[in-house]
């Protein structure tokens, strides 16, 4: 709680604010979201691009979705991880663009403060269950390349759904803690969010009090969402290259190398930003130069997954001619 006094406010940021009876404390309710631009061509422009990545990405993963289970030669564990990590992507991306779309065009850009806080936990919410599904997908790729003869009997569908769930249970419960002590700061103005959406840094930075307490919570989480993650990804993938390296023909260690490199790619895009942002000091914050890297692992990872996992994956590509030849069969 901080005293407001001799405070100017114009109308916009006036609006959002509310009284407490007899004290001079005001509560911010809503917060208006800046974007990326205030030119109206500027915004059209990134309007247009920006829904084509969006439709281009939701239609990707969904065609990946939609193979994985129509075609039963993908009913395998790897594939299970995939289509699980392209309905993350969908949630991922929907979280922020739609809403992001909508601003650029309307002339309001204001989020309340319930919307603002749900968009915060469910985007943290899927945000941090992919990065620890990552290292699902990578131990899947271990045990693909290190015990193949005993692929399918170590990662059973008991397992395979087990680690699912529990990436989506941490992902949920770290994002719970992220956004309450996130969100039970005290806002008071001003509510100008130098961002395209509810990002936790962003958002806290407006709070009127005193937030290295917050910092050190949000940096535990992120020890255990992304450093812990990408520990033991590297540790997975030394122990790949390790076996890789011990197959005598050059083909072998070629189609080993080329069932992960997707992976790799992937994981390299999500977390290289990420780890930027979350694991930075909050005094080297930058408003302008964080959303523009947000978008790497935001939007631009959801449209490259299904991209990587469809032009480098002769399965994929085998059940996609299947379907469409199933369907001009049928038509």
Known sequence: MCQVTHRILDSCTASTMWMIPGQNQSWVTEFILLGFSSDPTTNSILFIVFLLIYLSSVLGNRLIIMLVCLDTQLHTPMYFFLCTLSLLDMSFVTTTVPQMLVHLLAHSQTISFAGCWLQMYVFGA???????????????????????????????????????????????????????????????????????????????????????????????????????PISLIVASYICIIMAILKIKSTQGRCKAFSTCASHLSVVTFFYAPATYIYMKPNSSYSPVRDKQISLFYNVFTALLNPVLYSLRNNDIKKAFLKVMGHVRVNS
């Open 126 to 228: 899927v945000g941090m269950t992919e990065c620890t599904f990552f290292v699902v997908m990578a131990y899947d790729r271990y045990v693909a390349i290190c015990y193949p003869l005993r692929y399918t009997v170590i990662l059973n569908w008991g397992l395979c759904i087990w680690l699912a769930a529990g990436t989506w249970i941490c992902g949920l419960f770290s994002s719970l803690l992220h956004t309450f002590f996130t969100m039970s700061l005290p806002y008071c103005g001003p509510n100008r969010v130098n961002h395209y959406f509810c990002e936790g840094p962003s958002v806290r930075s407006l709070a009127c009090m005193d937030t290295h307490l917050i910092e050190m919570v949000d940096f535990v989480l992120s020890v255990f969402v992304v450093v812990i």
